[in-house]
């Protein structure tokens, strides 16, 4: 017998003992983010009830096994009527309540044996149930272990692509090629390690130190919806402008930034003049092509002594909160740009001495109006192509509105920035510009009659009288005042 023998006869009472572990995810403690695009930017939301379990060994990560369950009837957008269509219309909650991720091994591991504070990564191989029907799925993931004083979890990442077609969820057709087919979908779980049955088994210290508690986030899952775009414009294309200025000149620099997107980020689709006009507006609001700027022109307006409601002392602290804010450069713009930008805007600021007028940015955040939709809708027509059809048109930096797709709580919330809104790059529009009224015009407009709505909700039965006539209440009355 050699030496080694003893030491094997030692090691088997351990070897014995690893059996899997489970590792569980608390029913209600998750969360779920999802993003759709959608015609008027998108829409954003979160849910909650993941919930499931793992089972596996840290010496065998490869062999293990799960079910993960995602609670589709608790996600909200922040607007119920909206919320009630998507859960009702798309995913058919009443039907298909809940998606299924069932987990049956891991295969190509990194490494072999799961440690505190090393990353590990794998292929997660099983099948995801939703709809109704069931698909294989491959699922690239992260997995990090971690360990305090009494217990181990374990954070998993990864994303997969889920294509609605597989899956027979049903879109409407008039917002089939708006819609995109496939869902992005990127995930992040941490799960508790509870004791395998057999005890604990010791596992190597790893040489990276464990990752804090601090870093450790909630459960979450994110779902992404990706559209079907319009093809983008070249990122320096502009439109046509009648330049008052030469462009070896800064101001003439100057004046051809503040009609280029290429200012913001690199999601940007706004200039300076998607949100402004550059002339003098006590003319006239109307431009050459009939359409109203959203916010008030920067003619003369340079040589105030602040701006942004004092939030900004010179031009160019005003013009780089709205790169910032408007255009998706966190960073705020370039230095030389702004520079430019800003030389632009004193040469077009004939008064010295501007008068301070912020009664336009305090009036943009009202409360929502009463009587949404009991506007003109004909009159809405022409005021939605007056203040929304220079960004929202065909081949233009937002798609065309499309009547019947929207709600009217939704669309006063995006114009007046009302929480919960998600305008992204629109800003909110003052009532020095679209009065309560002309906005109540559009939402009818927009919102459109019962028979155009996109959206269509199953018709609620009615109780009937003892007669057999339909009783009188809401039900019996229920539609869209003009």
């Known amino acids: 017998m050699s030496w080694k023998t003893p030491l094997l006869l030692l090691l088997l009472p351990a070897l014995a003992i690893a059996e899997p572990r489970t590792w569980t995810l608390q029913k209600g403690s998750g969360r779920a983010r999802f993003r759709v695009e959608a015609p008027l930017d998108s829409i954003e939301g979160s849910?909650?009830?993941?919930?499931?379990?793992?089972?596996?060994?840290?010496?065998?990560?490869?062999?293990?096994?799960?079910?993960?369950l995602i609670d589709l009837r608790g996600f909200t957008t922040g607007l119920s009527l909206r919320d009630q269509d998507l859960r009702e219309q798309f995913f058919q909650v009443d039907r298909f309540p809940e998606a299924v991720l069932s987990i049956t091994r891991l295969e190509r591991p990194s490494q072999g044996l799961l440690v505190p504070g090393r990353d590990g990564q794998a292929d997660v191989v099983g099948t995801l149930s939703l709809h109704g029907k069931e698909q294989p799925v491959r699922i690239p993931v992260t997995v990090q272990l971690s360990e305090e004083t009494g217990h181990r979890d374990l954070r998993v990442t990864g994303s997969l692509d889920v294509a609605f077609v597989e899956y027979g969820i049903p879109r409407p057709a008039r917002l089939f090629l708006k819609l995109g087919s496939v869902a992005q979908v990127r995930f992040e779980a941490t799960f508790r390690g509870t004791p395998p049955a057999g005890g604990p088994v010791?596992?190597?210290?790893?040489?990276?130190?464990?990752?804090?508690?601090s870093a450790r986030t909630a459960p979450r899952l994110e779902l992404a919806v990706v559209v079907a775009r319009r093809p983008e414009k070249p990122k320096g294309q502009r439109a046509v402008v009648d330049w008052q200025f030469a462009f070896?000149?800064?101001?003439?620099?100057?004046?051809?930034?503040?009609?280029?997107?290429?200012?913001?980020g690199e999601q940007n689709a706004n200039s300076c003049a998607s949100c402004h006009a550059w002339r003098d507006e006590r003319t006239g609001l109307l431009d050459a092509l009939g359409h109203v700027a959203p916010n008030s022109s920067v003619w003369d307006s340079a040589r105030r002594p602040t701006f942004w409601r004092g939030f900004a002392d010179t031009v160019e602290q005003?013009?780089?909160?709205?790169?910032?804010?408007?255009m998706l450069r966190p960073g705020g713009a370039d230095p030389a740009q702004l520079g430019d930008l800003a030389a632009y805007l004193r040469r077009i600021s004939p008064n010295a001495a501007a008068p301070l007028d912020y009664a336009s940015l305090f009036l943009t955040r009202k409360t929502a109006i009463d009587r949404p939709t009991g506007g003109d809708a004909r009159r809405g027509a022409v005021l939605t192509e007056r203040h929304c059809g220079g960004c929202h048109a065909q081949g233009s930096i937002r798609p065309p509105l499309e009547v019947?797709?929207?709600?009217?709580?939704?669309?006063?919330?995006?114009v007046r920035w009302i929480a919960p809104h998600d305008a992204k790059q629109m800003p909110p529009m003052p009532m020095d510009r679209l009065t309560d009224s002309e906005l109540r015009d559009i939402v009818t407009h927009l919102v459109g009659t019962p028979d155009r709505r996109i959206f269509q909700r199953?018709?609620?039965v009615a109780p009937r009288t003892e007669r057999g006539t339909p009783a009188a209440g809401p039900l019996a009355t229920a539609g869209v005042s003009n």
């Open 47 to 68: 849910a909650s009830g993941l919930s499931g379990e793992l089972r596996f060994d840290e010496a065998s990560w490869a062999e293990g096994s799960g079910k993960i």
């Open 202 to 213: 010791a596992l190597a210290a790893p040489e990276p130190t464990a990752v804090p508690a």
């Open 248 to 264: 070896t000149t800064v101001e003439g620099r100057g004046e051809r930034l503040f009609h280029d997107p290429a200012v913001g």
């Open 318 to 326: 005003a013009t780089t909160l709205c790169v910032r804010r408007f």
């Open 404 to 414: 019947g797709l929207y709600e009217p709580d939704y669309l006063v919330a995006r």
């Open 458 to 460: 199953k018709p609620t």
